[in-house]
């Protein structure tokens, strides 16, 4: 199962990490890196723990993500490929036809 294991639990659960944390999210204006999006955002380790320990807390390698792009730089990192582009743009199709209209009101003929 160490196939799975978080190399970098034995950092994010520190006083230290913490405040480190919160000076990257500030450092970034809290906002992803990426593109831009504020709201919940996770501190990524641009070289990974696994691989290179001495810059768990080096700034240099930290940088604000939203889930949406740690989710892909954690992939990659994993060897997992980008989703096929037209699978990406039929998700997209689909999400737009879910988001809802504005709803007119139907007059009710009820006494």
């Known amino acids: 199962m160490d196939e799975w294991k978080r190399h970098s639990r034995h950092v994010t659960r520190t ?24 709201g919940r955002l996770e501190v990524h380790h ?25 989710t892909r730089h954690t992939r990659r990192e994993c060897g997992i490929p980008d989703p096929d582009p037209a699978r990406v743009a039929w998700r997209q199709a689909v999400s737009e036809m879910e988001t809802p209209t504005e709803q007119k009101e139907i007059p009710c003929s009820l006494p």
């Open 15 to 38: 006083r230290r990490w913490k405040v480190l944390r919160h000076q990257i999210l500030e450092r970034d204006g809290w906002a992803c890196a990426e593109c831009g999006k504020r």
């Open 46 to 70: 641009v070289k990974p723990v696994r691989t290179h320990p001495e810059l768990s807390f080096a700034p240099g390698n930290l940088k604000s993500l939203c889930p949406s792009c740690h």
